[in-house]
Each structure stands twice: as C-alpha cells, then as structure tokens.
C-alpha cells in the first residue's frame, strides 16, 4: 500500500487567495465525493471540511493553506494556496480648523493607518479643492463659506486591489472666523 500511495500522489500549483481584514476567507476543497479532506495553515488552522471559512480574516490568517485529500484507493493529493490579507483603510481628516475670513487657503493632512487606499476630498460648502486626491490638499474656501462661517470637510478612501470594495470616510470642521473691524476714537 506504501507504494501505491507514492505512485499515485500528486502535487497541485501553489494559488494566491487575496482578502481583506475583516471579510470571510472562503476555502473551497475537490473535488468533490472524496474519503478525506485535511486543511492545514497559520496559526494552527486545521479543518477536515472539504469547503471551510475564516470568518473574521485577521493579518494573522496569512500565509500558506494546504489541502490534503484521500480517495477510495487511498491516493492522495496536496494542494496548496496563499492567502494574502491586506489591511482595510482607516483615515483621519484631521483635527477642526480655525482660519480667519481674510485667510484664501488652508493646507489639510489627511492620514490613513490602514491599507492602501485612493482618497477623495469633499466639502459641504462651495470652495475647492488643489488637489481634490490624495492625504493632503489645501483648501480654497468660497464667499458662501466665508458667510456661512462653518464647512464640513469629508476625507474619503477607498481601498486598492482586495479591498477595492471597501471605502471609509473621516469628518473635521472649517470654522471661519470674522475679522473684527478696527476702530480708533479720537477725541479733542
């Protein structure tokens, strides 16, 4: 039977598996109808399911799962795939702002702890911004937000190749200030 079984063995391609933290990692065994199934992986995963999931996928869960299977006449076969988990996005807009009505700029620094990411800059007011990509811009607040007095400023990221899917946003405040008017009183 020792021979047997090392004449019938095989060894399938290694496959790359790519998730994101937090989603579920599907491992589909076959085919279908064997005497056994025996998963193995990181962090001491093991599973006798033919199909089984990791449910929430952590950094943790990357690396190397292999698929052992038996047949009825004790063949087996190993495969093996590489799970790859990529962090989500995780921005910051910032601390509030406070910059003077007479101010025609603003520089703002986003960042982002996480996974990569594309980032997209929004106002509730009506100002611009130079860029609107990217973890920095500078703001240019119009004469509605001037009156206004206050915008809301939206860092938003959505993440890059597992986590295509994924977005995630961050609020601060712009508040413009009134300049006060100077006045002197001269008296004879």
Known sequence: MTDRKLSCSRRRQDQIL???EGSTINL???PDGLISYSWTGPEGFAS???NTTIYPA???NAGTYTLKVVDE???ETEAKTTVLVQRRPAVSAGADLYICETEEQILIAGSNSGGPATYLWTTSGTGHFEPDGGLSTRYHPSDGDR???RVNITLTAVGIGPCGTFSTSDDMTLSILKVPEASINVAF
């Open 147 to 149: 009156e206004a007095g």
């Open 18 to 20: 790519p998730s994101v």
């Open 28 to 30: 589909y065994g076959g």
């Open 73 to 75: 006449e004790g063949c």
């Open 48 to 50: 006798s399911l033919q």
């Open 58 to 60: 952590t950094l943790a």
